[in-house]
T-cell receptor, first 115, second 116 residues
């Protein structure tokens, strides 16, 4: 089974509107972390936001917020007030357990922001 | 700059050639990861170093892939006898010591390898 599922291959949004990118995950660990990364056409992965499994509040970082629903195992990224520069691939990733652990990524969602 | 750097940015190799990809992590970052990203996919884990020790190489797809980090800083990913299926972007990431809750990984720009 896929550990990280991103069901939206592509999303379109108009500038200044909000958009939600979906992510569901599968783990039996109690301790885990969820990450969202942005990958523009230049190729570099840019960290956006982190949510720990024990965090009681949804994470927020500027225009990014994470809608964490633990029982449903979902960690959707919400981008408010989209900007043209937000056009990129977005990847959801999970780190299982504590201490060292690699990241497992989803297949990504391509977001296109139009004027 | 202070970020993760990788070289070369682009590499074209003929099938059967050996290639070496270099990663310079952020200074002081103990952990170093290599990922392989095929076209249209998310990155997939290859190997992990803590300082000079290679603690996990479970993601290396074959014994043609070899990675080292001899002094605990710069790392090299070597692919011997390249095959067409090795064509991908190879990403390097570094982070502070494990055990931190957030353990954010900082990625380099990647090396795009094309095997012809």
């Amino acid at each position: 089974a896929q550990k990280i599922t991103q069901t939206q291959p592509g999303m379109f949004v108009q500038e200044k509107e909000a958009v939600t990118l979906d992510c569901t995950y599968d783990t039996s660990d109690q301790s885990y972390g969820l990450f969202w990364y942005k990958q523009p056409s230049s190729g570099e992965m840019i960290f956006l936001i982190y949510q720990g499994s024990y965090d009681e509040q949804n994470a927020t970082e500027g225009r990014y917020s994470l809608n964490f629903q633990k029982a449903r195992k979902s960690a959707n990224l919400v981008i408010s007030a989209s900007q043209l520069g937000d056009s990129a691939m977005y990847f959801c990733a999970m780190r299982e357990g504590s201490g060292y652990s690699t990241l497992t990524f989803g297949k990504g969602t391509m977001l296109l922001v139009s004027p | 700059g202070a970020g993760v750097s990788q070289s070369p940015r682009y590499k074209v190799a003929k099938r059967g050639q050996d290639v070496a990809l270099r990663c310079d992590p952020i200074s002081g970052h103990v952990s170093l990861f290599w990922y392989q990203q095929a076209l249209g996919q998310g990155p997939e884990f290859l190997t992990y170093f803590q300082n000079e020790a290679q603690l996990d190489k479970s993601g290396l797809p074959s014994d043609r892939f070899f990675a080292e980090r001899p002094e605990g800083s710069v790392s090299t990913l070597k692919i011997q006898r390249t095959q067409q299926e090795d064509s991908a972007v190879y990403l390097c990431a570094s982070s502070l010591p494990p055990g931190r809750n957030r353990d954010e990984q900082y990625f380099g720009p990647g090396t795009r390898l094309t095997v012809t």
